[in-house]
């Protein structure tokens, strides 16, 4: 419970997190009597373990509490902050923005909030943090296809092919990796995995960009 409570108390951090939201996000639909009395329980410990030396702070706020932390002290603000640096780079210094991107996705260690209990707060954000993984990934694939790296990202290619089975983005990275490194077939076979799971799994098709994937890479077969 605490655990919950101070991960919803740091994803909403300078802001004030209502005491409806916090007895949802511990409780759901089963609070204590007299929960009020209960949460400010919960908060005092916080208090007491996380805010001794003053550079954290929990308020009491209308109609709820805040945490205010220092910048920085949160892992998911260093994550963002080297992400942007590496947008703001890529264009003019790719090789110096795929660094950053490569130091951004060091912080993480496993998916977002995995030691969290589920609550509406903790779901929410780490539907986000995951998204926003997965995309920081696919834009640093970007570059290092651009610079060529296309041989020595195919094994990290695959590995996050296996971890998002779903992110068609990917299956259309690691098959022009591959189709560049001469192992088109291998790309083709990735194309038919693609395929194959999107159906079962979610009971999709291809989608307009995957497909033009996979013509490009047969159009260049041809043409060979």
């Known amino acids: 419970m605490k ?17 409806e939201d916090l007895v949802t996000e511990l409780w759901h639909d089963s609070p ?15 208090r007491r373990i996380f805010c001794a030396d003053g550079r954290v702070r929990l308020h009491t706020r ?11 002290a949160v892992d998911v603000d260093r994550f963002r902050e080297l992400r942007d640096r590496a947008e ?24 977002a909030l995995q030691d969290v209990p589920p609550g509406p707060i903790r779901d929410g954000e780490s539907s986000r943090l995951t998204r926003e993984r997965t995309l920081t990934l696919t834009r640093l694939v970007e570059i290092d296809l651009n610079l060529s790296r296309h041989q020595e990202i195919i094994p990290e290619l695959e590995e996050l092919v296996h971890e998002h089975p779903l ?26 995995s ?9 009971g999709l098709s291809p989608s307009p960009a995957l497909e033009r994937c996979m013509r490009s890479i047969l159009r260049r077969m041809q043409a060979d």
């Open 3 to 19: 655990r919950s409570l101070l991960a919803a108390l740091l994803i909403r951090r300078g802001r004030i997190v209502s005491t």
């Open 167 to 192: 992110e068609e983005r990917l299956y259309a990275q690691l098959m022009v990796a591959l189709d560049r490194a001469g192992r088109t077939a291998d790309a083709l076979e990735v194309y038919q």
């Open 62 to 72: 209308y109609p709820g509490y805040r945490l205010d932390v220092p910048r920085g």
């Open 88 to 111: 703001r780079l890529k264009a003019g210094d790719p090789k110096t923005a795929a660094d950053c991107y490569r130091e951004s996705l060091k912080i993480w260690r496993g998916p």
């Open 194 to 202: 693609a395929r194959l799971r999107l159906a079962v799994e979610a």
């Open 32 to 46: 204590p009597a007299r929960v009020e009395n209960a949460l400010h329980a919960q908060v005092s410990r916080l």
